[in-house]
């Protein structure tokens, strides 16, 4: 297996960094990476930022649900799907160019594009030797998070990565079996096999969490979807997309 295979597999959520900040170099190496990803037409409608700023860190850290390693990290990089210079592009060649940013496909390049930046920054830092999570909290409330970090209209704060020196490792998480995930030339949808595979996985997930938590806790996913699923969450998110000019055609 070769090493950079080996890094992507080795992968898992670290939620405990060490209070030690990272060096200009390795945050120039992660965000040169992010910028290598693949890009819908070359429209690299992505923005990253770096916060530094303890301030602001902690009140992203409230924002998103009081979660400590939010603030408490090496940086906190925030992926943000980004059409405001494309608008200024726009003005630049003095073309309208508002209906194809305000389309639903634009926004769905924007997601995208930030998503392949954000996954190519991750491998990057784990090369590094560096440990991360993945922070969806800050769209808990993201008009505060808007405000916060001044993004101007048709720009959009996604979510966040929390990236440091590790302090405390965790176990990997076991993943879905690999034939509910890879169907080959159309969707299999053989419903008594995804039950039969989910079921085994199920046992795989409760054993994995009681022995995680010492018997604290042993839930299945399926029951852990469904409990989460049930539950109403972010359900602003359209009407604040479309305030931000992402108008959803």
């Known amino acids: 297996m070769n090493q950079i295979i080996e890094t992507i597999l080795n992968?898992?959520?670290?939620?405990?960094?060490?209070?030690?900040p990272l060096t200009q170099e390795q945050i120039e190496k992660i965000i040169s990476s992010a910028q290598a990803a693949s890009t819908s037409s070359y429209i690299q409608a992505y923005t990253?930022?770096?916060?530094?700023?303890?301030?602001?860190?902690?009140?992203?850290?409230?924002?998103?649900?009081?979660?400590a390693?939010?603030?408490?990290?090496?940086?906190?990089?925030?992926?943000?799907?980004?059409?405001?210079?494309?608008?200024?592009?726009?003005?630049?060649?003095?073309?309208?160019?508002?209906?194809?940013?305000?389309?639903?496909?634009?926004?769905?390049?924007?997601?995208v594009d930030a998503a392949l930046?954000?996954?190519?920054?991750?491998?990057?830092?784990?090369?590094?030797?560096?440990?991360?999570?993945?922070?969806?909290?800050?769209?808990?409330?993201?008009?505060?998070?808007?405000?916060?970090?001044?993004?101007?209209?048709?720009?959009?704060?996604?979510?966040?990565?929390?990236?440091?020196?590790?302090?405390?490792?965790?176990?990997?998480?076991p993943r879905l079996p690999m034939s509910n995930i890879y169907h080959e030339n159309e969707y299999q949808q053989n419903e008594e096999q995804f039950v039969a595979e989910l079921t085994e996985y199920n046992e795989v997930i409760s054993s994995y969490y009681e022995a995680r938590t010492k018997g604290k806790r042993k839930d299945r996913w399926t029951e852990q979807m469904a409990n989460m699923l049930e539950?109403?969450?972010?359900?602003?998110?359209?009407?604040?997309?479309?305030?931000?000019k992402f108008d959803l055609k």
């Open 69 to 111: 390693y939010v603030k408490e990290n090496g940086i906190f990089l925030v992926f943000c799907g980004d059409l405001h210079r494309h608008e200024i592009a726009g003005k630049m060649e003095e073309r309208d160019v508002t209906e194809s940013l305000e389309s639903t496909e634009k926004f769905m390049v924007a997601l």
């Open 117 to 173: 930046a954000a996954q190519n920054a991750a491998i990057a830092a784990e090369s590094m030797g560096l440990g991360l999570c993945f922070i969806g909290g800050i769209r808990n409330n993201l008009p505060e998070v808007q405000k916060l970090l001044k993004t101007p209209d048709r720009v959009i704060p996604l979510f966040g990565v929390a990236i440091g020196h590790v302090a405390k490792s965790t176990d990997k998480k």
């Open 48 to 67: 990253i930022i770096g916060v530094t700023d303890q301030e602001k860190k902690d009140k992203l850290a409230e924002l998103a649900g009081n979660q």
């Open 231 to 244: 539950k109403k969450s972010r359900m602003y998110m359209k009407e604040y997309v479309q305030a931000n």
């Open 11 to 20: 992968h898992r959520s670290i939620r405990k960094f060490e209070d030690k």
